[in-house]
């Protein structure tokens, strides 16, 4: 995972390279950490609306599904345990399989939910869009493949 560029702390943004554009901190300030919400969903949500180290969610998440097309044994289980690849787009790439079920109103809903262990993130992703565990793995394989076929100019 690379540097921070950015932190939000305590409704202030801190700036680490003297930018002063930050929309993923930007995003923090807006929707704070929820308690007993996990960390992947926190940090995509805010990649997904605002980006991450100077590049968009779209960037962001195409170069992370090509990377993650490389791996045999790849699945949204072996992915949440984020060993490998960086995890702010896994988790922007969940919040975006969720809009094109629920929309705003089920990525706010899953924002308030408990997800701080995997059984609990599966339990508020089916909850908020009806899916089954293995209907949600489908859709973010869909999503994955879609997005490994982007081409983004540099």
Known sequence: ???????????????????????????????????????????????????????????RAAGYAKEYCKIDTASFDWAYKCEVLDCYPLGAILIDVVHEKAGDEGVLDLLKMDTETLPELYDAITNVTDWDKEQF??????????LSKVNMVN
């Open 1 to 59: 995972m690379g540097y921070a560029e950015g932190r939000s702390i305590e409704n202030i943004i801190m700036s680490g390279n003297k930018s002063i554009y930050y929309p993923h901190e930007l995003v923090h300030q807006f929707f704070p950490k929820h308690s007993k919400r996990y960390w992947l969903v926190d940090e995509g949500f805010a990649t997904w609306l605002g980006g991450s180290m100077g590049k968009t969610y779209m960037e």
């Open 137 to 146: 793995n489908k859709k973010f394989e869909e999503k994955i493949i879609e």
